[in-house]
């Protein structure tokens, strides 16, 4: 045990977030500092941020030890985020700093506490009194001595802020200066929980119960959309602020938050504490500061809320956790679902991991009894699941370009008639995947990436979607030049907008995708509007399907039913499986019944027919199998190797010598395939080649791994990536 307070003078070994391989040694501040304590030291000439780790290693000089400048107002790390920092980093095999940069992704940790002008019912009187001003004050004496700011005060009373300042001049409004990181407002367990159906509050039930236990534990919370997941898991949350507990809820999506803040609000009488990349930077400052100090009860955010610095968590819930937006792709490769178990082990708290269609990995640890498992196992109220129908395709008359068959085509009418809505999802966006030259068969592709270009006729350009590189859609071929020969060949949400306006030019048709809006506020925006029955048609990516709720929708057309199946993703049929679920179950949520109809050219293909059966636990035993037969996760390990430079040919030989010389691996029962181009070979003007090791459950794959990797040094341009348990095969 190291000890938790250093006195003055004392070496300290001290972690920042800069790429150095290890921690760095100083003499404690006056008045000593406590370890985890957050401090700012000097680093050359440069003054960074970081965190006492332990004593001292020793071997630096002392003599030529530098003193920590100053200790932070900020509460000092955990021993709990510590190790889990720890641990999470020896998982993913990411240096410590690295790790450390994901938990201080704050600005301003080392500024002194800010003020601001806040505004409050004075004693003085305006000279003549207008309407705004009386609505100003009205608002005030409502607040009984709370006090807003300006552009809070000035909303809320619907006036201009000169009104507020008008006020100010006659004191009969007070402005006053007020520290920034201010508490959050109190939530209140009791304030108003629904009346729960049966299994519902047999599952709220057994979740509260875990968290009077105490400890860690996980539980697989299982339901159909619509079921009421969130309704249950919100009542755990409630049994945790009632401990005095702190809890947080994971949501996939930002565009998630509006009606999920709004649903809390309604169940605990105040919102949540947001965390996302929406929320501005003096408000990440104060949900960070406040989350150390045990200011925040429950923080609602995207994966990167993990890693905040809690004071006392009692409770993380996973929502959607079968969700591909849990994997980080870039920098820190990590899956927020498995991280947010192992910091519930360390930490001592309870999981919930929510979803009507649950990862296999999930899947399999609740059969193993690893995880505990609820099942609710039917909608509320009168919501029941949407029929599900296959289009065989091969039977439908279609003319090329076109994508709503005849009888996609007649269902939407009788909704239209009906005043009811129908969804069109395609998981596609832009106009279309691929721009050829109808002269020489030229295909535009992105300059630095081997991807095709996508049309996208909204922002009248061609976007890389792997680099995000666009550029004006030429009238010349680049390749053989030759004029207005350049067409759209398959389908993308922005074409299919256009052919549903040709077939029912009286409906309103909304696209709905996620690079067709500024911000996700206008998304946000435009969902609400939708939901209220803004529009009778929706086209959309799979953005719509996660969680919205839209009651009067009663039809789901899936456009492509077999886009997900194919490639070569090991988890291609349990993505399609889910997407489609998802899809279907936003069809029907409230009294009206509804139906999805897929588009499918393989209306046999065991993942359409499991999909249409209904019978899930049929489909997650099959593909157990599959995947248990081919010693994949999760009855395997893998890892994948990312090799890039901007010379393919250091790559695949770096490539080689690796899978040649695999005896750390082979030591272990591992085996290693490749090195193959990437899928997606060249990525902004880098070359990418990828090796995949397989290795047995038990086996200790992170040191063969740096065992083998560490044999050769990368030279040049090279750099390399190692993605534990990968999640997309690019
Ligand atoms: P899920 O998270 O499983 O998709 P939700 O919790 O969002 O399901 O519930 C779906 C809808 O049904 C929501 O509008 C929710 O408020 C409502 N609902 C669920 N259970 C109840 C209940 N016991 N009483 C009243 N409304 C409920
Ligand atoms: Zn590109």
Known sequence: M????????????????????????????????????????????????????????????????RAVIRVLDAAPMRDELRSFLERAGDYTLTPLPAMLRLCTRAPGLGDPPSMRKVYRLGQGAADRMTDARTRVLAVLRDLGGLSLTLGELAE?????????????????????????????????????????????????????????MGGYGTVLLRGVTGSGKTEVYLEAVAECLAQGRQALVLLPEISLTAEFLTRVQARFGARPAEWHSGVTMTERRRVWKMVGEGKVQFVAGARSALF?????????????????????????LYNARDMAVLRASICGARVVLASATPSLESWANAETGKYERI?????????????????????????????????????????????????????????????????????????????????????????????????????????????DRLSAVGPGVERLGEEVTELFPQARVAVL???????????????????????????????????????LLTLVGVI??????????????????????????????????????????????????AILGGDEERFWRAEAEERRAAGVPPYGRMAGIILSSTEVQEIFDLGNALARQDDALRKVGAQVFGPAPAPIARVRGRHRVRLLVKAPKGAPLQSALLAWTGQFRLRGQIRMAIDIDPQSFY
């Open 2 to 65: 190291p000890p938790s307070f250093f006195d003055q003078g004392a070496t300290i070994a001290v972690l920042t977030a800069q790429p150095l391989d290890k921690t760095l040694d100083y003499r404690a501040p006056e008045g000593g500092c406590f370890l985890g304590a957050f401090v700012e030291v000097p680093l050359g000439p440069r003054k960074v941020v970081g965190v006492v780790w332990g004593p001292g290693t020793g071997d630096w000089d002392r003599a030529k030890l």
């Open 156 to 212: 809320a009373a619907g006036v201009t802020t000169s009104v507020v300042k008008g006020l100010v001049k006659f004191g009969a409004v007070q402005e006053e200066e007020s520290p920034r990181d201010t508490p959050f407002p109190v939530l209140d367990p009791a304030y108003g929980g629904k009346e729960l159906t049966g299994d519902q509050a047999a599952g709220a039930e057994r979740l509260r119960e875990g968290l009077r």
């Open 308 to 332: 905040l610095p809690f004071r006392d968590l009692g409770l993380i819930v996973v929502d959607e956790e079968h969700d591909t937006s849990y994997k980080q792709e870039e920098g820190v």
């Open 375 to 483: 099942e609710l196992t039917s909608r509320f109220g009168a919501a029941v699941l949407p029929e599900m129908r296959a289009i065989d395709m091969r039977a439908e008359d279609l003319p090329g370009n076109k994508w709503v068959s005849p009888t996609l085509r007649r269902a939407i009418e009788v909704r239209l008639e009906q005043g009811e809505q129908s969804l069109l999802f395609l998981n596609r966006r832009g106009y279309a995947p691929v721009t050829i030259c109808r002269a020489c068969g030229f295909q535009i592709g992105c300059d630095h990436c081997d991807a095709r270009m996508v049309e996208h006729r909204f922002l009248k350009r061609l976007v890389c979607h792997q680099c995000g590189e666009s550029k004006p859609v030429p009238t010349k071929c680049p390749s053989c030049e030759a004029e």
């Open 513 to 551: 995708s996620s690079d067709m809006y500024g911000s996700a506020r206008a998304m946000k925006a435009e969902i609400e509007g939708i939901a209220e029955g803004s529009a009778d048609i929706i086209i959309g990516t799979q953005l719509v399907a996660k969680g919205h709720n839209f009651p």
């Open 560 to 609: 492509d039913a077999d886009l997900g199946l194919q490639g070569s993703d090991l988890r291609a049929a349990e993505r399609t499986f889910q997407l489609m679920r998802q899809v279907a179950g936003r069809a029907g949520r409230a009294e009206k019944p509804g139906i999805a109809l897929m588009q499918t050219f393989q209306p046999e293909h065991p993942v359409i027919r």
